[in-house]
């Protein structure tokens, strides 16, 4: 299997080269494990057992491997790659890398981008790899407050954020490995020039849902649209559906994007007639299903029930 877990598939593909090889290592990374038996005239005499982590040097570095080493090694390597990655001023210094992500928000729309968390004595940057992009960073000297923030996720799990207050009054809320240790190593870094009076305000406290269960999302895919069950949450901002296995919701729309909902005739996951069809602002449409669809069709604002062939309703 690849470094993160994802199985890895033999194949006899006579297409694939050296060159596809060396990308999977360099990128992903594989797993050996090999149990061999040699054995001469049906006698055995010799046992190999080889387990062994093969992958490029940033893939090594982002999953914690390579302990062993000695500090001047680590620190070594570690400085090589964030030179590529992060194009290091001079005398800058990497304190800290792990996976993590940037909260972007712009209007009413919100959305985490996964990428790595970089850490220097004078910037804090959150870097995606692949493709090679910046999706935020700000110097040190302009952060004002740190915090670790609770977030509840919509699968229901709790997970620490670290709070940012820049001193141009945006707050930022970034996503980490190690939330506690990427919080006390940028106390320590911005150490003398916090400000702990700063009103960060209290903690937000989470909007209570207007609806909240089991939906059916039909999700649109390249072969075809595809039926998924998971769990939706309505606040008054925002409709937000994640399937148990998916890490982060699939679907996220603003309310006020909402601009009607049609009951669908026909059968669907949820039985006869429990198809909903939400007509976008845009004038997209995304469908659901569920069980009470009068219910989650009041729910949403349609008003009042309606059967396919009814205009829809603001």
Sequence with gaps: MTADGAPMR??????????DLVEVLLNKGAVLHLDL??????????????RAAVAGMETMLEYGMMRHW???????????VARRAL????????????????????GVCTGWRPGTVYLTDQRLVVLREEPRDVLWRTELAAVRAVRLEPERTVGGEERLRVRLALDDGRRELLSAREPETLHDLLTRACAGRL???LPFGPPAEEEPPLAEGHLWYQEPRRSGPLWRGGRARLTADRLIWKSPVDSRPALVLATDTIAGVRRRSGRGPAGEGGVLALHLTGGD???????????????????????EGEPACR
Excluded: Y
Excluded at 10 to 19: C, I, Y
Excluded at 87 to 106: F, I, N, P, W, Y
């Design 285 to 307: 449409e995304v469908r659901l299903a569920a069980d009470d669809p009068a219910a989650w069709a009041r729910r949403l604002g349609a008003g009042r029930q309606q059967e």
């Design 195 to 197: 400000t702990p009076a």
């Design 37 to 50: 038996i040699v054995a001469v005239a049906d006698i055995p005499l010799i046992g190999v057992s080889i």
């Design 87 to 106: 194009d290091l001023r001079e005398g800058e210094r990497v304190v800290s890398r792990m996976s993590g992500g940037h909260l972007l928000t712009e």
């Design 70 to 80: 000695d500090e001047a090694t680590r620190a070594w390597a570690e400085r090589s």
């Design 10 to 19: 033999p194949t006899r593909d006579p297409r694939v080269t050296l060159d």
